[in-house]
């Protein structure tokens, strides 16, 4: 990459911090050449894939990355076979990089799935860069300039060339440009606090040569238009104009803004009363705060769940005080509807809470992204924090004295929740997930409530409301056999009468019978991206190795119910190794407990659909011996 030529006027602007004002470790430096330093002196990251795999961990910084995203990043969709072994190995080498620094495993630490960098003890100058940002704009909005330009200038002073410089991938070009757009952003939002200081005459010579590199940001080219008028340069100011209206015509065939022609009407009447400077936020008293409505579409199939929805108003809607904020829980199995459920009771509910709905699906977001994503529905302004405990600070900070519903679908662990937990006050909470969370359980007192699959009745209103005709009603006890062949969950039974509505001719006794003789019911049950298979693909992918090869091997018991000792013998385990894995598939919703049998012992039950989703796996994956090997 090659040094843009606004650089030296950016490094001008400040110096940065020396290194006595630093903490003492790693410094780690992305905003210009890939760089760490100890001490002022660089370490030797390694070649170009040591270099990306670090690139793509500080871009996580305190987040996990996990290997497939790694791998994702580094090969850009073509990864050799060996790829997690030479992720594996770019990880021991920078580890041993930072040992030669007197710094332990404690900075890359292995965590499923993969790794994360923990930055406590070291510095990071892109997130030094997006702190003096967000102080700088605070400082904007409670009318202080003078202050809020010298935090810019400190946080421009960090940049010492193009970000991720030296870094070749894919990813890396599309993060640089990312941070390169938030210096330009800085950069305005510096000029602007200048302009309201009386400094348009020293500006000129910096936004001449700021208008020549970005010719088409047009917020820089106001700028300098309002610098060259208060400083007497009347027909310079006029030349910038038509200079810039001929080069966005002959660039991008559009005329200037209405910002600009706007200002050069008034230049050219002479009537320019020191208008307000574009880019300076009003102060934060005088802004309508904004009430965000973010649930998804309501489920227009949604049956059923009556009881859970008076237990979520008996917990969720009470009046009286609460410390802290009171929270329900929804867990069951892939595809059982928790999520419908979440929806359903926040769409009836949402009257109740006029602050605003929040929703977040936790399986796509970094709880960075999703703190971001609930900043900015609240009404933060400006560059936000980039460390999850300040940026959660805020977000707590937004939500006091506000009564706001949040919706936090397919949590995963409580560590990946407890930031997005509002603690104390007026605001609720539902989670979906199929992990236990009992650290959640056990320190917000949350109401759990596992959902099972539909009853007969139920399951018939849903073949029925998709079907919009009197098959399912004409014949019964072909419907109640459907309904059990689609477990009872809604996906698949969505699936099936979806199936009929496009076969007008067929009776629901046609599919009952293609279905039982089907050797892959699944497959046809299976409608889009998120169908039943889809969704147990997904929990099958976030166990581990060994829990996911008993998943498969475990098939083979195809009776109503079976105990440990007979799983033992289908694995190939001793029985305490077998009661382990059970309880492992038991948690995430895979496997049911039934009861104790006459011997007392536990005994533990398929779902049917569930059992044929392991078994069709079973021939196409290694078995557990391959997996403890």
């Avoid at 936090?408 to 989670?431: F, Q």
């Avoid at 979906?432 to 359980?441: F, I, N, R, S, V």
């Avoid at 046609?510 to 409608?527: C, F, K, Q, Y």
């Amino acid at each position: 990459m090659s040094v843009h030529p606004i650089f030296p006027i950016i490094q001008g602007a400040g110096k940065p911090k020396k290194k006595e004002d630093i903490e003492s470790g790693l410094e780690f430096r992305i905003l210009g050449p890939l760089e760490v330093q100890m001490n002022g002196q660089g370490l030797t990251v390694g070649g170009p894939r040591q270099r990306a795999v670090l690139s793509a961990l500080l871009l996580s910084v305190n987040q996990v990355v996990s290997c497939d995203s790694l791998i994702e990043k580094v090969w850009n969709g073509r990864p050799p076979r060996t790829a997690r072994t030479q992720v594996a190995i770019c990880i021991a080498t920078l580890r041993k990089v930072f040992r030669s620094a007197g710094w332990g495993e404690e900075t890359i630490t292995t965590a499923t799935p993969g790794y994360m960098l923990n930055l406590a003890g070291h510095s990071l100058d892109s997130l030094r860069f997006e702190q003096m940002v967000a102080r700088a704009t605070e400082w904007t909005a409670e009318d202080r300039p003078a202050e809020a330009a010298a935090a810019l200038r400190e946080a421009l002073a960090l940049w010492r060339g193009p970000a991720l410089g030296g870094v070749y991938a894919p990813f890396a070009e599309t993060e640089a440009a990312r941070l390169d757009e938030q210096r330009m952003l800085a950069v305005e939002q510096q000029m602007a606090l200048r302009l309201q200081l009386g400094e348009h005459q020293a500006l000129l010579g910096e936004l001449q040569a700021l208008v020549g590199a970005c010719p088409l940001r047009e917020r820089l080219r106001y700028y300098l238009m309002l610098a060259q008028y208060r400083s007497g340069r009347r027909a310079e100011a006029l030349t910038t104009f038509r200079d810039g209206m001929r080069h966005s015509i002959e660039e991008i065939g559009l005329e200037l803004g209405a910002e600009l022609q706007s200002l050069h009407d008034s230049i050219l009447r002479d009537e320019f009363p020191q208008p307000a400077v574009p880019g300076i936020a009003a102060p934060l008293r005088d802004r309508p705060q904004p009430v965000p409505c973010q649930l998804p579409e309501n489920d227009a199939y949604f049956i059923g769940r009556s009881r859970e929805q008076w237990l979520m108003d008996d917990a969720l809607l009470s009046d009286s005080p609460q410390l802290p904020s009171p929270i329900a829980y929804i867990t069951g199995s892939p595809g059982i509807g928790k999520t419908s459920l979440a929806v359903n009771w926040a769409h009836r509910s949402a009257h109740r809470f006029p602050d605003g709905q929040l929703f977040a699906d936790l399986r796509q977001d970094r709880t960075l992204d999703v703190l971001h994503q609930f900043l900015r529905w609240l009404g933060a302004e400006g560059p936000l924090p980039t460390d999850v405990p300040e940026a959660a600070e805020r977000y707590r900070a937004m939500l006091k004295g506000k009564r706001v519903l949040l919706v936090l679908d397919h949590a995963s662990s409580y560590a990946g929740l407890r930031h997005l937990l509002p603690g104390r006050g007026e605001c609720r909470v539902i989670i979906t997930g199929q992990a236990d969370l009992d650290e959640l359980l056990q320190k917000y007192s949350a109401l759990r409530l596992r959902i099972g699959p539909l009853s007969d009745e139920e399951s018939r209103e849903v073949l029925t409301s998709v079907l919009r005709d009197s098959r399912a009603e004409e014949s019964p006890r072909a419907t109640r056999r459907l309904a059990a062949l689609c477990g009872h969950t809604p996906p698949a039974l969505r699936a099936a009468a979806t199936k009929l509505l496009t076969k007008q001719h067929w009776r629901v006794s046609d599919l009952v019978r293609r279905l039982e003789r089907s050797a892959d019911r699944l497959a046809e049950l299976s409608i889009g991206e998120d169908s039943l298979r889809a969704r147990l693909d997904r929990s099958v992918r976030e166990l581990d190795p060994l829990s996911a090869a008993a998943y498969r091997e475990l098939s083979r018991l195809d009776g109503a119910d079976f105990e440990a000792a007979e799983a033992a013998k289908v694995l190939g385990t001793d029985l305490l190794d077998a009661e382990d894995l059970i309880e492992t598939l038991v948690d995430a919703q895979l496997l049911e407990v039934v009861s104790r049998g006459l011997s007392g012992e536990m005994r533990y039950r398929w779902q049917e659909l569930v059992r044929l989703h392991a078994f069709h796996s079973l021939c196409a994956a290694p078995g557990l011996a391959n997996c403890v090997g």
